[in-house]
């Protein structure tokens, strides 16, 4: 098979080809081993590759698997696969080795999935861009002088970039669905608890992380959320296997009440700034919406921006200091000698002076918003909001500066990070780390399923996706609802994106 016919097809278009026996499992999975193998050294999206491995697990993939052996490649974080590094995009954990597979690890390949390597993430999965000290920075296939989005930004280098179809991605606060717009895929992140994070872990980050992919086409994602979805033993949310999200495609979702909204509730108190094309790609899937039969209405989510981001925020700094203990635990290295990041380190000293109390008023604090919105969908079967406030930064351009990691590094005195946080750290931080991407945590805390769907090209040539909200469990109206305008829109003539002189 030839690279450019393999880069032609998504998931299951390769897979329907093995089924007719047009073309076999070998020549797609050597068409992808050379796509990575020319084109990963200038994007830089996959860290590490396991080829005969895959190879060799391919051969017993079964005839009647619903991917038929399609190449696909695992996140490094939380995928973990039996005895094989699993870094974190970090250089604490470069030599760690999980002692078993992930369910998820295990579903994919059930369903047919060969696993060729694992993309590029930041440290811990901390921040809306890809750009870790300890592995190469992803660029973006539109435009290589720009970051393709994080936490799952090498996941979304790749697929736009023709390496593989789909790539397994994670959503703790828009991992999934920034990196989706930055590089113009669909990308769906699902109710809370859909897809299981066992059995090294129960839930991450309250439950706000949840794992599936980013692809090219929608019905990629509905048969991947068909082939991985439901509870596995000892989880902490009894959601049982279900299907029928592929199947959801094949009808029209029925006219829908659509709520519309700039996010402004959310953007404005951290003083964010909309780009124009932005708000020209919102009103134009809304006008798009409205073509297609459904009502649309402009209405604002009932949130509280400030009390959302320091609510997702507090949660994550008390995560991210348990997590530099079990990394200690796991190494033998202690905390303070961890080769870890400076940013990394500082906010995990705020973490550790920040009182259970408010970490506690923050998860209520979710609860509430969640039963806010919860009310919301009463009225409104799905919200469409930005899913970033502008297209893909520059590489580099939202990375932490120097300086700023001087006065961080401060944080080591006795005392000092419990002032700074009774001073108002946690706003500065959010500040910081939300304005570019505000809109893409409220799903995260309410359990929410969300997508960003890639309707919108700037006249800089860069995408924008759209993001939509369903109530929660509600993930066939939204796969319903995207293969609807997928179908109108065609986004797959825009992908995979070629590369300057190939």
Same mark, same amino acid.
């Given at each position: 098979?030839? @690279? ?8 299951? =278009? ?8 047009? +073309? ?107 750009? %870790? ?16 989005? =994080? ?7 790749? +697929? ?11 959503? =703790? ?36 992380? !949840? ?9 990629? $994602? ?39 909204? @700039?996010?402004?509730?959310? $953007? ?9 094309? !932005? ?21 604002? %989510?009932? +949130? ?38 400076? $940013? ?11 009182? +259970? ?29 930005? !899913? ?115």
């Amino acid at each position: 098979m030839e @690279l450019e016919e393999y880069r032609r097809y998504d998931a299951l =278009g390769l897979a329907e080809l093995v089924r007719k026996r047009e +073309v076999s499992r070998e020549e797609i999975f050597d068409a992808a081993c050379h796509a990575i193998e020319r084109d990963n050294p200038r994007l830089g999206a996959v860290v590490r590759t396991r080829f005969e491995r895959a190879r060799a697990e391919s051969n017993a993939i079964a005839p009647d698997a619903p991917f038929a052996g399609v190449p696909t490649l695992a996140k490094d974080l939380l995928m973990a696969i039996e005895g094989e590094p699993l870094a974190f995009g970090s250089a604490a954990l470069a030599e760690w080795r999980p002692p078993q597979d992930s369910t998820l690890i295990t579903r994919l390949r059930q369903a047919g999935l060969a696993i060729l390597g694992q993309t590029a993430t930041p440290e811990l999965g901390l921040m809306g861009i890809t750009e %870790p000290r300890a592995f190469p920075h992803p660029a973006n296939p539109w435009d290589e002088r720009r970051s393709p989005g =994080g936490s799952s930004g090498g996941a979304a280098s790749a +697929v736009a970039g023709g390496m593989v179809p789909l790539a397994m991605a994670g959503d =703790g606060g828009g991992s999934i669905r920034i990196p989706a717009s930055y590089c113009g895929l669909f990308g769906l992140k699902p109710s809370r608890g859909r897809v299981p994070l066992g059995p090294l872990h129960a839930e991450v980050w309250q439950g706000a992380v !949840v794992e599936h992919a980013v692809t090219r086409s929608v019905r990629d $994602s509905a048969a991947l959320l068909d082939a991985t979805n439901g509870m596995d033993e000892g989880a902490p949310y009894p959601i049982r296997r279900e299907q029928g999200f592929l199947a959801a495609l094949e009808r029209p979702p029925g006219p829908l009440r659509v709520a519309v909204s @700039l996010g402004e509730p959310m $953007s404005k108190p951290l003083g964010s700034v909309l780009d124009p094309d !932005v708000r020209l790609a919102v009103e134009q899937a809304a006008a798009r919406l409205e073509g297609l039969g459904h009502h649309v209405e402009w209405a604002d %989510p009932p +949130v509280d921006g400030e009390r959302l981001a320091n609510a997702y925020l507090s949660l994550y700094l008390g995560h991210l200091t348990a997590d530099l203990a079990w990394i200690a635990r796991e190494t033998g290295v202690p905390v303070s000698r961890l080769e870890v990041e400076p $940013s990394t380190r500082a906010i995990a000293r705020l973490g550790r002076h920040l009182p +259970v109390r408010d970490y506690e008023l923050a998860k209520r604090d979710w609860n509430a918003m969640a039963r806010a919105m919860g009310a919301f969908h009463r009225r409104y079967d799905v919200l469409l909001l930005p !899913v970033a406030t502008a297209p893909a930064p520059r590489l580099g351009e939202l990375y932490p500066p120097r300086a700023h990691e001087r006065l961080m590094s401060l944080l080591v005195i006795p005392g000092l990070p419990k002032l700074a946080l009774k001073a108002g750290m946690l706003k500065h931080l959010a500040r910081d780390a939300l304005a570019r991407t505000p809109f893409t945590q409220l799903a995260n805390l309410t359990g929410q399923p969300a997508m960003s769907l890639p309707l919108h090209v700037t006249s800089q040539g860069l995408p924008l996706g759209v993001q939509v909200l369903g109530a929660m469990g509600d993930e066939r109206r939204l796969l319903a609802l995207a293969a609807q305008v997928e179908a109108e829109v065609q986004w797959e003539r825009y992908l995979p994106r070629p590369l300057q002189d190939r």
